[in-house]
């Protein structure tokens, strides 16, 4: 299933990426050299901004001639082929290591890490016999526990609750169980965080998309998204803060927590439950992965005026349309300031 999407995708084609990934790529035009005197650029990476990214891309290839793939594999993936250089750029929600800095290609030619904006990760349901549903931190720990199997338990009609979580590595499940971590000692004792857990109950689907489909597809369903992909029966639950207030995902009650959330020297950073009434208790920022060097000037150039323009206040504004959090202010600059450091 493509990303729920408010306007139409561009056209799925085979990814034409350098050593084999055999997803379906979101590609904006045929792989080869790009038009407006740059090369083309293949990325991988990252569900979570995908529709973000294809939307830019597309843009991008009208407004200057040249052409971006992007193929959304999740964070893991898209990590794994940035160090084995068998990308443009990598995709991530999920920050690099310090062993992933010093690790494979990222290790021999330097790597930036440049946030490229923001969003909110949601409890997505399909069940139209609960069409508000509010869930405190502990309930949504006890769900995925799977101590919490009929929906008469959060005040809804009796009928089953079913489990939907991702099944390949993935920077939303990584943010995702870092902040059931917090909400939960159980659950940070039982299961704990990262970009794939061994879940205790549920059904599996590949990326955003999958899970999304599932959930659209299957009443009694309840699962977690990055906010653009709630369309149609998936729903998002309002979730209750750290400081008690129960919050729908939004740009705003978005922007409230990520604006709590200081970046490294690095542009890392997460917070697990944010402070701030108005704040989303689950968001996270999501970043692009390039190289220093090595890649010789004409393709960096490429990756260079591609992120600057993306990184433009007009293309920022577009995310929020999308569903995500654009980015502002200091953290914007730091981001732009980042792209500078790529070189030939």
Not at 172 to 194: D, P
Not at 254 to 282: M, Q, T, V, W
Not at 283 to 310: C, D, H, M, N
Request: with cysteine; net charge neutral.
């Amino acid at each position: 299933m493509t990303p729920p999407q408010q306007r139409p995708l561009a056209q799925l084609r085979r990814a034409c990426l350098p050593g084999g990934l055999a997803a379906l790529t979101l590609t904006i035009s045929a792989c080869g050299a790009g038009g407006g005197g740059l090369p083309s650029l293949n990325g991988a990476g990252a569900s979570f901004p995908a529709p973000a990214y294809q939307r830019w891309a597309a843009d991008y290839k009208t407004a200057k001639g040249s052409q971006v793939n992007y193929q959304s594999v999740g964070s893991g993936q898209g990590v794994r082929s940035f160090l084995a250089g068998s990308v443009d750029f990598g995709a991530t929600d999920e920050a690099l290591s310090d062993e992933d800095f010093k690790a494979g290609t990222a290790g021999k030619r330097g790597a930036v890490q440049i946030p490229m904006l923001g969003g909110t990760i949601s409890p997505a349901y399909n069940n139209p016999d609960c069409p508000d549903l509010k869930l405190t931190q502990a309930q949504l720990a006890d769900i995925f526990l799977g101590k919490i199997t009929n929906w008469s338990a959060l005040g809804c009609p009796s009928r089953p609750l079913t489990v939907v979580h991702r099944s390949d590595g993935s920077g939303t499940t990584f943010n995702f169980t870092n902040a059931l971590a917090c909400f939960s000692e159980e659950w940070k004792k039982k299961v704990g965080a990262g970009k794939a857990v061994q879940w205790p109950v549920g059904l599996a689907a590949r990326g955003n998309e999958g899970v999304a489909g599932v959930i659209q597809n299957t009443a009694g369903t309840i699962g977690y998204v990055n906010q653009a992909f709630l369309r149609g029966t998936v729903k998002p639950a309002a979730l209750q803060n750290k400081a008690g207030t129960f919050v729908l995902p939004d740009a705003s009650s978005g922007a409230a927590a990520l604006n709590n959330i200081k970046l490294d020297e690095r542009l890392a950073g997460e917070d697990c439950n944010p402070e701030g009434a108005d704040s989303y208790p689950i968001v996270a920022f999501t970043w692009i992965l390039a190289y220093q060097s090595g890649q010789g000037e004409p393709k960096a150039e490429a990756v260079r005026t591609f992120l600057l323009w993306a990184l433009e206040e007009e293309r920022q504004k577009q995310a929020a349309e999308l569903g995500f959090v654009p980015l502002s202010g200091d953290v914007l600059k730091r981001a732009r300031e980042e792209v500078a450091k790529i070189k030939g």
